[in-house]
């Protein structure tokens, strides 16, 4: 059974350019939550979706952050016009339908130059 | 919201000797804590996790301990090895395992061989 997985595992960009973040569930699992980790520090919840809606999205940035969890696909975390306070790794997670643990993917460290 | 705070920061032991991490929270809500382990430029790994309607829960080396009334939960992990190196986060959360989890900000764990 694979586990969750993200990709690119490494993606630069240039101020002002646009991120997107990909995250498929394990097999099974449709909630999906991304959080956000700074050098040296713990991971910050950004958002948890269920298939084609956003249950919470109080971590989210107001501007420039978007998510969506499709009925088809793997999940995309978005970021517009980039700055570098952006540079982190971003970590998607997934848990099965009874709602219990986390698991967590290999993360995005994302650049920006 | 949640808040964690986790200590210490960086555990320094002798290979075969025990390790205590110790959090606490402040939402007497919270009734899910989860720990994980996270290696170098890898996602975290779940190794251990306690809900509110048990006071201690032990796999293996592996043993977390929860008090609700103080508010504070701990990991341990005895007779240590090189491959337990690594940063350790506890996170608690409200919605059993469904909602973002707050997370502490990390113990440095160090095995001396």
């Known amino acids: 059974n694979a586990g969750v997985m993200q990709n690119p595992r490494h993606l630069v960009r240039r101020r002002g350019q646009e991120a997107r973040l990909r995250c498929s569930p394990m097999k099974g699992h449709s909630h999906v939550y991304w959080y956000r980790q700074l050098p040296e520090e713990g991971l910050k919840f950004m958002v948890y979706l269920q298939k084609e809606n956003i249950i919470d999205e109080s971590g989210m940035p107001k501007e420039r952050f978007s998510a969506e969890f499709p009925k088809e696909g793997p999940s995309i975390l978005r970021i517009q016009q980039v700055v570098r306070g952006d540079s982190a790794a971003y970590f998607c997670?997934?848990?099965?339908?009874?709602?219990?643990?986390?698991?967590f993917g290999p993360g995005t460290r994302l650049l920006v130059l | 919201g949640e808040n964690v705070e986790q200590h210490p920061s960086t555990l320094s032991v002798q290979e075969g000797d025990s390790a205590v991490i110790k959090c606490t929270y402040s939402d007497s809500a919270s009734n899910y804590f989860p720990w994980y382990k996270q290696e170098l430029g890898k996602g975290p790994q779940l190794i251990i996790d306690?809900?509110?309607?048990?006071g201690e829960k032990k796999d293996q080396r592996i043993a977390v301990t929860l008090n609700k009334t103080a508010k504070h939960f701990s990991l341990h992990i005895t007779e240590t090895q090189p491959e337990d190196s690594a940063v350790y986060f506890c996170a608690a959360t409200s919605g059993g395992g469904a909602d973002g989890l707050t997370f502490g900000k990390g113990t440095h764990l160090i095995i001396q061989p």
């Open positions: 306690i809900r509110s309607n048990v």
């Open positions: 997670a997934s848990s099965g339908t009874n709602q219990e643990t986390q698991y």
